[in-house]
Each structure stands twice: as structure tokens, then as C-alpha cells.
């Protein structure tokens, strides 16, 4: 279990177990690397902060000194260290992307003395309530309006369109609003706010007291599912546009056969295990792969025919010439699943967790509707609860066993949905 959790690390965890693993479990050192989009936003938080700091005192920094500060940040490093993510920007252009950002916000929030200033870059650590668990956030700015309410603030540089019910919104804005009234609980009325500077736009959002406690149980379960998968070492790699920006390709599983490839290929030397002749055993099961899977959609076909005529007629076996096939369709109670209705299944722990019923819940839910509600052994009031999370599914299966002198082994084959 690490020691303390973040937006940062959850989210990692989310988008790449296996990144998850190399950053914060092996903590895999890396060379140090600046990319211009990074460097970008750094310098941009910079130079708001000392707008805001000054401005909360009564002083405004001109706009052509703000402007040169920006300036100097970027003086600081060797261009020739920064790197661009993209082929069609040059360093300058995100030079000039990051001063027009700061104009326009300059223009439109002189002279930054807005409400009451409460914290600039804060850095706040708490711990989830209920949980061993301990996080960190990194705030932006707090201030405090004039009506009183407090408004937690965030700095976005890049092109993303957010919404504030997009789940990243909601996860990174509220674990914010968590870390703030946990160290400063007299902050009842807190308003949660993006601003894309890129866009000139300002994303808002007030939680509900359910919707913040429901994301408290969120983070708990995304916890335990980083600790279970240490306790398995099962990190497993996810690729996407997210693999452009990370710096753990050497060591990547699904990286290293490709650049084995591009190593064999330009220097003409084979390892110990030859990239080419693993390239032609992956050609042969993507060609049987492709054969299966067209034979297991013709297989889907037949099946659904099968089970529609069993349910229709309640008929359990059908034979054949070189075999029988039996049916069996029925339909059960279950509790909401993770992967069904996450925000349901977080409200389901949550009341699991209130009532003492841990033990049988064990993330799965099974053993709670096995040993405890089917066996009703809870008050009726308890159980009334708990039946909101109740949904009646279809389980069904078809086995094909296949007659001796077809099939001597005498094997089942069954497939169940």
C-alpha cells in the first residue's frame, strides 16, 4: 500500500495499471524529460500565482512585467532539453500559446483581488474518512466569495473540452473539495471550478452531500483495487493516445517486442529469442484467431436459436446424430455489479460499510445476497434497503456433449452467459 494517494496516482492507475506499477510501486527511476506542453502549463501556474498572491495584498503586477516573467521561466531551461509532443508545433508556438493564455486572463480578472484569498499552490494531505487511507492534493487557488461561498480553483492549459459531470471532473475537483474540508471544516458552501485558459472558458460545479460521499466510497474501492493487485503483482498494460506521453516504453510488455523489431532491422542481429520469428507466431494466431472468431459468432448464432426455442417451449435437450445438446435457462436475483452501474455499486458498499456487512460483501456481492439476503437474515427494514440494489438477471447455459464413437475422450463443451 503506498503511503499516501492522489488524484494523479488513481488516475494513473485507471488509464494504465502497469504505469501504476512502474511509477508508485517499483518506482522505476526515469531520465529526466521536459516536454513544452508540461513546461507550458508550470510556467502559466507560475506567473498566476504571483498575480493573485500580489493582487490579494493590493498590488497589481503590470501586464508587460507579468508577460516578461512568463518569459523567464522559459529562460531557465536549454530549449534543446524541451521536447514537443507534436510534429506541427515548435517550442515557439507554445511560447506564444502560454502568453496569449495569460493576456486574456489578465484582461479579463485585473486587478486579482476577486473575494478573499485563502491559498495559492496549497498543498493539502487528509485522510479518507472510515480508511487507513491518506491522500494529497495540489489546489490551485481557494478564495472565499463575497457571499461566502469558497471556491476551489483549477488551472487547465491543454485543448480538452470538460464537462462538469465527466467523471475526471468530478473525481479530481472532489477529491479537492475532500482535502479542503478536512483541514478547514467551517468551509460548508465550496463551489468547484476549471478554468480552460486555452478556451477562455470556466467550468462549475457544486456536490451534493451524497454525490461527495458516494465519491469518498469511490476512492476507498479504487484503493483496495490497487492493493489487491499488488498483492497479485497483476498490473497489466493498456494502450492508447495516453502511451505518446509516458516514459516507461523500455520496460513496457506490450512496447518491447516492437522495438525488437526496429533493433532487429536496422542492425541485422537477432537475441537470444528472434523478433521476426515471434512476429510469425503472432501472424499465425491472429490467423487462427480470426478463424475462431468467426466460428464462434456462427456458434452465438445457433446458440441464441436454441435458447430462444427452449425458452418458447421449455424444451432442456435437443439431440443430434453425433450427440445431444442441453439447455438450461434461469433467472436470479443478484446485487448490482461494478461493472453494471459503478455509481450504484459505490452506493451499494457504502450502505454495506454502514451496516457492518463487510464481510459479505467482499466486492463481488455474492456472498452478501448468498448468505444474508436470500436467507433474510436482517431485519425487514435493512432488507428493504438492500433490495434496491437488487436486479433479477437471465443466467443460461448450453453444453454440447458429443457421442463416444464421435468423441471418445467423452468431453463436455459448454457455454455460458
Not at 132 to 160: A, H, M, N
Not at 177 to 194: I, R
Not at 198 to 217: G, Q, T
Not at 333 to 347: P, V, W
Amino acid at each position: 500500500m503506498l503511503s499516501s494517494y492522489s488524484f494523479s496516482s488513481l488516475d494513473t492507475y485507471r488509464v494504465c495499471p502497469r504505469k501504476f506499477k512502474y511509477a508508485y510501486v517499483d518506482r522505476v527511476p526515469i531520465p529526466p524529460k521536459v516536454t513544452a506542453d508540461t513546461y507550458l502549463g508550470n510556467a502559466v501556474h507560475r506567473v498566476l500565482r504571483k498575480l493573485y498572491t500580489l493582487g490579494a495584498d493590493g498590488i497589481l503586477m503590470p501586464m508587460d512585467r507579468a508577460i516578461e516573467a512568463y518569459l523567464e521561466e522559459w529562460q531557465k531551461l536549454d530549449r534543446n532539453s524541451i521536447t514537443s509532443p507534436s510534429d506541427y508545433y515548435t517550442i515557439d508556438d507554445y511560447i506564444r500559446i502560454g502568453k496569449e493564455m495569460l493576456v486574456r486572463h489578465y484582461e479579463h480578472y485585473q486587478p486579482f483581488d476577486q473575494g478573499t484569498l485563502l491559498g495559492a499552490e496549497m498543498h493539502l494531505t487528509f485522510q479518507l474518512p472510515g480508511t487507513p487511507f491518506k491522500f494529497k492534493s495540489y489546489i490551485d487557488r481557494l478564495w472565499k466569495k463575497d457571499d461566502g461561498t469558497v471556491e476551489i480553483c483549477d488551472y487547465k492549459t491543454g485543448q480538452s473540452t470538460i464537462l462538469p459531470h465527466d467523471r475526471r471532473f468530478v473525481y479530481q475537483m472532489g477529491l479537492y473539495q475532500l482535502a479542503v474540508q478536512a483541514n478547514f471544516p467551517q468551509y460548508e458552501s465550496v463551489d468547484l471550478a476549471q478554468y480552460l485558459l486555452r478556451k477562455d472558458e470556466i467550468v462549475s460545479h457544486r456536490l451534493r452531500p451524497d454525490e461527495l460521499d458516494m465519491l469518498a466510497e469511490q476512492l476507498r474501492l479504487d484503493v483496495n483495487d490497487t492493493i489487491e493487485s499488488t498483492r497479485k503483482d497483476d498490473f497489466p498494460a493498456q494502450e492508447g493516445s495516453h502511451c505518446t506521453y509516458c516514459s516507461y516504453h523500455h520496460l513496457c510488455p506490450a512496447k518491447i517486442h516492437r522495438r525488437m523489431l526496429e533493433e532487429e532491422e536496422q542492425s541485422g542481429d537477432t537475441g537470444e529469442i528472434s523478433a521476426l520469428q515471434l512476429k510469425e507466431l503472432a501472424d499465425e494466431y491472429l490467423r487462427v484467431y480470426s478463424d475462431s472468431k468467426r466460428i464462434d459468432a456462427e456458434l452465438d448464432g445457433i446458440k441464441e436459436k436454441l435458447l430462444n426455442i427452449a425458452r418458447d417451449h421449455d424444451l432442456s435437450r435437443f439431440d443430434g446424430d453425433s450427440g445431444k445438446v442441453t439447455v438450461s435457462v434461469s433467472r436470479k436475483d443478484e446485487f448490482i455489479s461494478k461493472t453494471r452501474d459503478q455509481k450504484a455499486f459505490a452506493q451499494l458498499s457504502a450502505l454495506c460499510r454502514k451496516l457492518q456487512l463487510d464481510e459479505y460483501f467482499s466486492l463481488d456481492a455474492r456472498g452478501l445476497m448468498k448468505e444474508v439476503y436470500q436467507k433474510k437474515r436482517l431485519p425487514d427494514d435493512i432488507l428493504n434497503q438492500l433490495k434496491e440494489f437488487v436486479v433479477e438477471v437471465e443466467r443460461s447455459r448450453v453444453t454440447a456433449k458429443l457421442n463416444a464413437e464421435t468423441d471418445p475422450a467423452g468431453e463436455e463443451s459448454s457455454n455460458d452467459s
